[in-house]
């Protein structure tokens, strides 16, 4: 996982890189949640969701938003961490020009941030979305949701009510050129705690089963 230094709009970014092996590997963002309530890029959830993505061969990417660890500038109440992660998402690209597919992911505030870089750039092919805070922002922009993908909620989500999560996973599932799947994990709650395994194997399941998006099969087409 070799540190990473790359320029941010607000100045450096610290970040941890993964680097696929393969020819034209997909590449993954992965998003942390909210800088103020403790959120790093070294948080287990997302630590998790960088690991899954990059057992499956992609070149993947996690980081710091402004002001968190190393990284420069002051928190912006989502604004400025949006630029900041379309900014980590041209440092990927620029190392991984020919990349089979593109994907990015978040955990809760990050969730939220990932979401809406989805609907700006139009090379993001699929997302993941861990406890997407749908009771605290408005996902409404997602009108309609440009990819598909999954959204994992656990059922004892003490600051997320899995009712509201499971209303923006129906209403996404409903669009016709999209496939959204959303999966619960019963007895996780917020940050995961003792369930972490069972979203790991959630991920890993998911990944998994990716029709012609496996690394694999992306090099022997590239051949």
């Known amino acids: 996982m070799p540190e ?8 450096r970014l ?9 020819p034209n590997a997909p590449i993954a963002l992965l998003l942390h949640p909210q800088p103020q309530h403790g959120g790093t890029m070294n948080n287990k959830v997302v630590y998790a969701m960088y690991h899954a993505f990059a057992r499956r061969g992609f ?4 980081f710091n938003f402004r002001g968190v660890g190393r990284s420069q ?8 961490e949006l630029s900041d992660a379309a900014a980590a998402l041209d440092w990927m690209q620029s190392f991984n020009p020919n990349s089979a597919s593109c994907w990015v992911g978040g955990f809760s505030f990050g969730a939220w941030i990932g979401m809406q870089l989805l609907m700006r750039r139009p090379e993001i092919d699929g997302f993941v979305s861990v406890a997407p805070p749908a ?7 997602l009108a309609p949701c440009p990819s598909s993908g999954l959204i994992v909620h656990g059922l004892q989500d003490e600051v997320v009510p899995e009712p509201s999560v499971a209303k923006l996973a129906n209403k996404l ?4 050129t999209i496939k959204v799947a959303y999966q619960t994990i019963p007895g996780a709650n ?4 003792t369930k972490l395994d069972d979203l790991t194997t959630t991920l890993d399941h998911y990944l998994a089963a990716l029709p012609l998006q496996h690394p694999a099969e992306a090099a022997v087409a590239a051949s």
């Open 4 to 11: 990473v230094i790359f320029n941010g709009p607000d100045g």
């Open 14 to 22: 610290e970040g941890r890189y993964h680097h696929g092996t393969l």
């Open 59 to 62: 070149s993947t990417l996690r």
């Open 73 to 80: 500038g002051r928190f912006d109440n989502g604004q400025g």
């Open 135 to 141: 009771n605290v922002y408005d996902f409404s922009f």
């Open 173 to 176: 599932a409903t669009q016709r």
């Open 190 to 193: 917020h940050s995961f705690g």
